[in-house]
C-alpha cells in the first residue's frame, strides 16, 4: 500500500473500484502503515470482509539500496510481503514501489522453478491489430546468454498461451535483419537454440518495424534492448496528449491499462507496478494476480519448462 508516487491512496481507490465493478472471491492483504491506511479504507467505505490491514510502520524508499532495505527494513510492506509469500501466507504479491527491491525479494525470498536460469519480466505490446503482444526480457537481465533467451522464449509462450489466451503463439527473436545468421553473437548464437526448441512456435527473426505489427506474440530479446524499448513504449501516450491527439489505438500506450510487470519465472506470481501508478494500474494488478492464481500459471509454466 506504501509503494508508488501516490501512495496510499490511489491504491484504495483501485480497490474501491474493483468493489464497484462486483469482483468477489478474494481477500486482499493491504501492508502498509495503518495510521495512514485506515483511514482511507473506512473513508471509502470498502466492505470490511474484502481485506484485512497487515501494519508495516517501515518504508523502503526509491533511493534506498534494495538488498541494504530488505535486510535492515523487515517491518516494511515489500519486506513483510515476500514472507508471506515465502509462508504460504499469501497468494501473490504487487507492489508499485522500490523495483530493485521487488526484483530481489522476488529472486531471494523465492525459490525460482526448477531447471529455470534466471527470472524474466515481460511488458505487453499494444499492436495495431487489437490484440497484445509480449516482450521479454524488459530489464531485469540486461546481459543474457544464449540459453536464457531460449527459456524465455519458452516462458512468453507459456504466458501468452495461459494468461493472454493466444492460440500456438508464435515467437520471434528481436534482430538486425530477417535472415539467419544476421545479427551480433548472442543473436547468432540464439537462433540456432530456438529453432530446435519443440515447445514454441518459432517464426525466426524479426525486425524493429515489425514489434507493432501481426508478425509475432512473443518477442524476445536481452533485457538491455528490452527495457530501452519499453521505455520508448512508454513514451508513445504523453506524445499523444500533449499533441492533441485522440485514437483508440494510442490510448492503449497508457501503462494503467495493464497494471504491471509479472516477474516469471519464480514459484508465485509478483507483480510490479509503476511509480506513478493511479487506481486503474493498480486494480489492473490485482486482476492479473487473480488470473495467475485462477489459471495456475505457475504449475502449467512448470510442466512445459
Request: one cysteine or more; glycine letters at 12%.
Amino acid at each position: 500500500m506504501m509503494g508508488g508516487d501516490y501512495a496510499p491512496a490511489e491504491a484504495v481507490k483501485g480497490i474501491k473500484s474493483l468493489e464497484a465493478e462486483g469482483h468477489q472471491g478474494l481477500h486482499l492483504l493491504l501492508l502498509g502503515n495503518e495510521v495512514e491506511v485506515s483511514p482511507l479504507v473506512k473513508e471509502a467505505e470498502i466492505n470490511e470482509s474484502l481485506y484485512t490491514i497487515v501494519h508495516c510502520p517501515e518504508v523502503i524508499g526509491y533511493h534506498d539500496h534494495p538488498v541494504k532495505a530488505l535486510k535492515e527494513k523487515l517491518h516494511s510492506s515489500i519486506a513483510v510481503g515476500f514472507g508471506l509469500l515465502a509462508r504460504q501466507k499469501a497468494d501473490a504479491f504487487i507492489s508499485a514501489g522500490n523495483t530493485g527491491a521487488m526484483l530481489v525479494g522476488s529472486m531471494f525470498s523465492l525459490k525460482q522453478i526448477e531447471g529455470l536460469l534466471r527470472p524474466t519480466i515481460a511488458t505487453l505490446i499494444p499492436r495495431e491489430n487489437n490484440k497484445a503482444g509480449l516482450l521479454l526480457d524488459v530489464g531485469i537481465n540486461s546481459d543474457c546468454k544464449p540459453e536464457q533467451l531460449n527459456q524465455f522464449a519458452a516462458i512468453g509462450a507459456a504466458y501468452a498461451g495461459i494468461i493472454l489466451g493466444v492460440n500456438d503463439p508464435k515467437v520471434g527473436l528481436l534482430n538486425i535483419g530477417e535472415e539467419e545468421g544476421k545479427g551480433n553473437i548472442l543473436a547468432q548464437n540464439t537462433f540456432p537454440l530456438l529453432k530446435e526448441n519443440p515447445n514454441i512456435h518459432f517464426i525466426g527473426n524479426v525486425e524493429g518495424r515489425d514489434i507493432l505489427e501481426d508478425k509475432a506474440d512473443v518477442i524476445v530479446c536481452d533485457g538491455f534492448t528490452g527495457n530501452v524499448l519499453l521505455k520508448l513504449l512508454e513514451s508513445v501516450y504523453p506524445i499523444t496528449k500533449r499533441q492533441g491527439i485522440e485514437h483508440p489505438y494510442f490510448d492503449r500506450f497508457h501503462f494503467e491499462q495493464y497494471g504491471g510487470t509479472p516477474v516469471l519465472g519464480v514459484e508465485k506470481p509478483v507483480i510490479i507496478g509503476h511509480g506513478v501508478s493511479g487506481s486503474e494500474a493498480f486494480k489492473n494488478m490485482i486482476l492479473l494476480a487473480e488470473k495467475m492464481i485462477v489459471t495456475d500459471f505457475i504449475g502449467q509454466l512448470k510442466a512445459r519448462l
